[in-house]
């Protein structure tokens, strides 16, 4: 069993990531999920795949292999399995309680009112199949509602209680427009009567606002207390909120949550009618205690979720079980059918509102600080719970995997959602439900949960069997003489006792066994028969195969496991021989992929590959770089691309050139040829080409390849030829082009000249000035000066002398 659940695992892997495998094993001729599981009983094969089938004909398959019995029924149809031999159980649905949906609430005895239908449905399940059937669900018009006010009395809620004290007649005119079968009871609580939620000190007791200049008088505090059952009299509903006056706990929390649990679990003090729809409106101010809060107080024992209330109508066990979690407060309101309305104040509206993703069927609404709006508030919530239908599953076997697709009023499947909302009374919507048993219980062979809407009484009960086991083992035969006596005998095939073998347990297993199965071994550390067969009697008998025959000694050969092309074996140009491909004449290659023939290689010239490359395996590869197409035909960037491409230029614009003598040039020339006034040469992917005609005249054109893979050639309408020239003219024009040139030269030389003869001018007038400015101030250049003395002595003063004194 083991041994096919792992097969199964690995199979049905292959089967979630490749969608369509199924059609690929069975029509492609790719792996069968049925063969390669190797099944060696009915019960194997059918954990292997739903649509896998099992042979218990005596003499099937071929002699001297092992014919696999686990197939698809179509396969083993063809290999020789008459269909009733063939055992391949499937998955049934029975439809046990299908009563029509009803279309009022009123008028019918209250059993009657039917809102979900089928009501009660028997599977048997194969594994891994998956089975799917439909549920429809309707909210009947005018059904009966039960509603329970449940408030807070905690002495910030003075104000709110002042305003509901005719809430009974008001609340009971207004439901009268939607439903004419109406009840309604009330509830109250503030929070467990213990340290440290509530004042518990002597003083406290009989008036815990003691002290509190606000308001001095109120009632002691108390976990949760019942004070009226639902009723019709909304008269009753006045007298007792009248009578209420507010408490006065310690911290901010409340113990709402342990309100809730009662009011939801103890159904017959509350007077909860089986066929009405069931409102627990929940009215506070603050946030609530939740599980694990009641330890501050020494409160250890988790809440039970049963019905606690004494002969007083309050919760008796306030004081010795911890506040309800989440999950108790949903799991208890969905078993009783009730929808939660939170009736909270704005500033607590998204903590209520996280609570109710967490409780299914739960809704939230914003009441005003004095509840002025409760009235408007309930109605509103009740619209809306109406206007929705959300489907829950209850105690679902872990054998089994379900899915829901919810298809509302437009019509529409949303696969995974299981709600539909912004319905109008009477409206009909349906739930696919799929279910798949992903596995066989050992300890069990039934198993039973339900499918409910949320808040409905309704119900849908689910049984389901597992086939697991095929019928033929009912016919078993132990000791049967076709197993030689030593075996039983069980669909279709010898269930050996242990020290036999064979496939009719014909050889006996001793202690030599290891050694005689040697001879079934190519070598020492080879498998035994390859892997492919089984060693019996000493002989490999070879598995069948669908995709082809196993054979040799040690049914090591087989004429399917050669190497492939795209796919196809030996590409369908040879025979598989023992894992080699034998490939026909004309077709070489490993894969007999290669052809011999040079035909497909000739390009419209008759030449091989254009003489641009070689032809191998029939497919040119192309060598000239920049070459390209089937017969390398196309290559802009050749040396020769112009000539070629200029011969159909010649013959299919002007008729002329080599081709045009035969009628070769339309064979030749398929390329595209544009022709314009004037030739475009600024696209970098088209070569442009010249080429002189006969008349001295230029014909140009461009050569490109189109993204299409086509070859397009743009030519002019005409080629270029220029006019005769006047030799007069030319000769001037040289003679002109001369003199211009020699005056242009003279005039550079003269300017050159002027130039430097103006820099050494210059320079000779500043050395000039220089010179004057020396000779005036150096002694050297001053012209000698004369001084003449004369002395008078006094021994001389009345003679005359001549003489100069120097």
Known sequence: MQKAMFKKTVLNYLLLFYPGFCLFMQDAGGLNICTSGRATSCKECLLIHPDCGWCVKEEFGSKGSISSRCDFKESLIKRGCQEQFIESPQSTTLIERNVPLSSKGSGYSQSDVIQLTPQKIALNLRPDHKTT???????????????YYLMDLSLSMKDDLDNIRVLGTTLSREMAKLTSNFRLGFGTFVDKPTSPFSYTGPKYQNNPCVGYKLFPQCVPSFGFRHLLSLTDKSDKFNAEVQKQVVSRNRDAP??????????????????????????????????????????????????????????????????????????????????????????????????????????????????????????????????????????????????????????????????GVRKCGDLKIGDTVSFDVTLEAKSCPEARTRDSFTIKPVGFKDLLSITVGYICNCECTSEMQTNSSKCNGNGTYECGICMCDPGFLGANCECQDGETSNVLQMFCREAEEKSICSGRGECICNQCVCYESEFGRIYGTFCECDDFSCARHKGILCSGHGECHCGECKCHAGWVGDNCNCSTELESCLSDDGQICSSRGNCACGQCLCTEPGAFGDTCEKCPTCPDACGTKRECIECRLFNSGRLADNQTC???????????????????????????????????????????????????KEPDCASETDPVTVLIAVVGSILAVGIALLAIWKLIVTIHDRREFAKFQNERSRARYEMATNPLYRQPITIHSVEILPTMHNKSYNGIID
């Open 133 to 147: 059937f439909r549920i429809q669900v309707r909210q009947v018009d005018d059904y009966p509602v039960d509603l």
């Open 254 to 415: 409340e113990g709402g949550f342990d309100a809730i649990l009662q009011a939801a679990v103890c159904k017959e003090k509350i007077g909860w009618r089986k066929e009405a729809s069931h409102l627990l409106v929940f009215t506070t101010d603050d946030v609530p205690h939740i599980a694990l809060d009641g330890k501050l107080g020494g409160l250890v024992q988790p809440n039970d979720g049963q019905c606690h209330l004494d002969e007083h109508n309050e919760y008796g066990f306030s004081t010795q079980m911890d506040y309800p979690s989440l999950a108790l407060l949903g799991e208890k309101l969905a078993e009783n059918n009730i929808h939660l309305i939170f009736a909270v104040t704005q500033s607590h509206y998204i903590l209520y509102k996280n609570f109710t993703s967490l409780i299914p069927g739960t809704t939230v609404e914003i009441l005003d600080k004095d509840s002025k709006n409760i009235i408007q508030l309930i109605v509103n919530a009740y619209s809306s719970i109406r206007s929705k239908v959300e489907l829950t599953v209850w105690e679902k076997p872990d054998d089994l995997d379900l899915s829901l697709t919810a298809i509302c009023q437009d019509g529409v499947s949303r696969p």
């Open 666 to 716: 339309q064979k030749l020339c398929k390329d595209e040829i544009l022709t314009v006034d004037v030739l475009k040469t600024d696209d970098q992917d088209a070569v442009l080409c010249l080429y002189k005609t006969e008349n001295d005249c230029v014909m140009r054109f461009t050569y490109s390849e189109h993204i299409s893979g086509k070859s397009v050639l743009t030519a002019l």
